[in-house]
């Protein structure tokens, strides 16, 4: 499957973006970064390089388009989605502006995944959020 998600970008590791098990599809941790520049949206470097700020809504808007992308790679939608654990590695800053973009992408309660957002100290690229994602696929979605 990995193969066919070029909307998405690569994974930073020897992993597939997604691997399906009977009717579940398990996505690899999904980070915010740009597939065609691999730049991370709304980073802001000095001029020796190193973070001094980001802009967490941008990143939220493109880690959830990157996660769209692996999932209609592999023959699922975003209704799909039944369970999302969420990364954030400043929880007091950023988990506000994360909550109100994820309302705008989730808006029906009854309809929306299972949620789990745990504040952590770092990712392994300089993100300020990632998502680990299990979807359910249609029926009719053949197997690879």
Same mark, same amino acid.
């Given at each position: 499957?990995?193969?066919?998600?070029?909307?998405?970008?690569?994974?930073?590791?020897? !992993?597939?973006?997604?691997?399906? /098990?009977?009717? *579940?599809?398990?996505?690899?941790?999904?980070?915010?970064?740009?597939?065609?520049?691999?730049?991370?949206?709304? @980073?802001?470097?000095?001029?020796?390089?190193? *973070?001094?700020?980001?802009?967490?809504?941008?990143?939220?808007?493109? /880690?959830?388009? @990157?996660?769209?992308?692996? *999932?209609?790679?592999?023959?699922?939608?975003?209704?799909?989605?039944?369970?999302? $654990?969420?990364?954030? $590695?400043?929880?007091?800053?950023?988990?506000?502006? !994360? @909550?109100?973009?994820?309302?705008? !992408?989730?808006?029906?309660?009854?309809?929306?995944?299972?949620? $789990?957002?745990?504040?952590?100290?770092? *990712?392994?690229?300089?993100?300020? #959020?990632?998502?680990?994602? #299990?979807?359910?696929?249609? $029926?009719?979605?053949?197997?690879?």
């Amino acid at each position: 499957m990995s193969d066919a998600v070029s909307a998405a970008p690569r994974p930073v590791g020897r !992993y597939p973006h997604a691997r399906r /098990v009977g009717d *579940l599809l398990f996505l690899s941790g999904v980070g915010p970064r740009d597939a065609a520049s691999n730049a991370v949206p709304g @980073n802001v470097h000095d001029a020796e390089g190193r *973070l001094i700020a980001y802009d967490i809504e941008l990143q939220c808007r493109s /880690v959830f388009a @990157n996660v769209r992308a692996v *999932l209609e790679a592999s023959g699922a939608s975003w209704d799909d989605l039944v369970d999302v $654990t969420v990364y954030l $590695t400043d929880m007091a800053r950023d988990f506000a502006a !994360y @909550n109100a973009v994820w309302a705008e !992408y989730f808006p029906d309660i009854e309809r929306a995944p299972c949620r $789990t957002t745990l504040g952590i100290t770092a *990712l392994p690229t300089p993100i300020a #959020i990632e998502l680990k994602c #299990i979807a359910r696929l249609p $029926t009719g979605v053949a197997e690879d």
